[in-house]
């Protein structure tokens, strides 16, 4: 099973400084030569609490975090998507074959014996329907475009010595993969290709994402919140503890309503119990 792994791979330099030497611009005469001067933590702090308090977002724009993630489900993949503005960058199911694909399992699930084993036998399934598919989508390829291989793989293993008859496990689809790479690898690449549709939402992925700290505020927003999906909300916990450990002052504000403003926007929909 995958174990949740959030990254902080790169962010704009100074964040917090950035930040305000925008937001300075905007409400000084101040030049660009001479945005970034006195800008002590107090300067700072004031500018961006100012900007908060107001509600002017776009100068928060200006700097962008970039987060390695593995170990969530395809579930909670395409629930961050929805976060349009930003940058995404998925590993491919296309391209890398899943020999054994890890999954993602519900705590409910986890936690009762019988739900789990009903969900890990349906996991184990999954991944033999996909084997199995593979196998057969590249054998049907093979005999349509190359009609004699199996005959010609047979006749190079009888014309080589037997010491080397012995180095090699005889699997005719593999010999054949061996000496003609490039065929081999476009046959499966297309295999894979149709196989992968049996996967199921829990099946782990990767991911590269890139968000403007507006764009993360509004992540925080909504998924820490207690009624938020459990994976996305823990997904989003995490990187909110990264962004704070480099910006602070930016991210003091950010997270769930109820722990910002002690205020719910759920409404009748409130789960009641305010996240600490």
């Not at 006749?155 to 689809?173: G, I, N, R, V, Y």
């Not at 992968?196 to 993360?216: D, G, I, Q, W």
Request: charged share 25%; aromatic share 8%.
């Amino acid at each position: 099973m995958a174990e949740l792994k959030v990254k902080l791979m790169a962010h704009t330099p100074n964040p917090d400084a950035i930040v305000a030497a925008a937001a300075k611009l905007c409400y000084s005469p101040v030049g660009v030569d001479g945005i970034m001067e006195k800008l002590t933590d107090e300067e700072v702090a004031k500018f961006v609490e100012h900007l908060v308090s107001m509600g002017h977002e776009s100068p928060i724009e200006h700097v962008t975090f970039t987060f390695g993630i593995e170990g969530i489900s395809r579930s909670c993949s395409h629930q961050i998507v929805r976060h349009r503005i930003a940058s995404f960058s998925q590993q491919s199911q296309r391209y890398v074959k899943l020999d054994q694909f890890e999954y993602i399992i519900p705590p409910e699930i986890e936690q009762n014996e019988h739900a789990k084993e009903i969900f890990v036998e349906h996991m184990n399934n999954c991944q033999e329907a996909y084997d199995e598919l593979v196998s057969t989508l590249i054998h049907n390829k093979m005999d349509k475009l190359y009609p004699t291989w199996f005959s010609d793989v047979d006749k190079e293993f009888d014309q080589l010595e037997k010491e080397e008859q012995a180095k090699l496990d005889f699997s005719p689809l593999n010999l054949w993969a061996k000496y003609n790479r490039k065929k081999y690898n476009a046959i499966e690449k297309e295999a894979i290709e149709d196989a992968r549709y049996v996967f199921p939402n829990a099946c782990e992925t990767k991911m590269v994402t890139t968000m403007n700290a507006r764009s993360l505020y509004n992540l925080f927003n909504k998924r820490c919140c207690n009624r938020a999906q459990w994976e996305i909300r823990q997904l989003a916990d995490e990187m909110l503890k990264l962004v704070k450990e480099v910006a602070p002052v930016l991210f003091k504000n950010a997270g769930a309503p109820c722990t910002v403003t002690g205020k719910c926007p759920e409404g009748s929909m409130s789960c009641k119990n305010p996240r600490k």
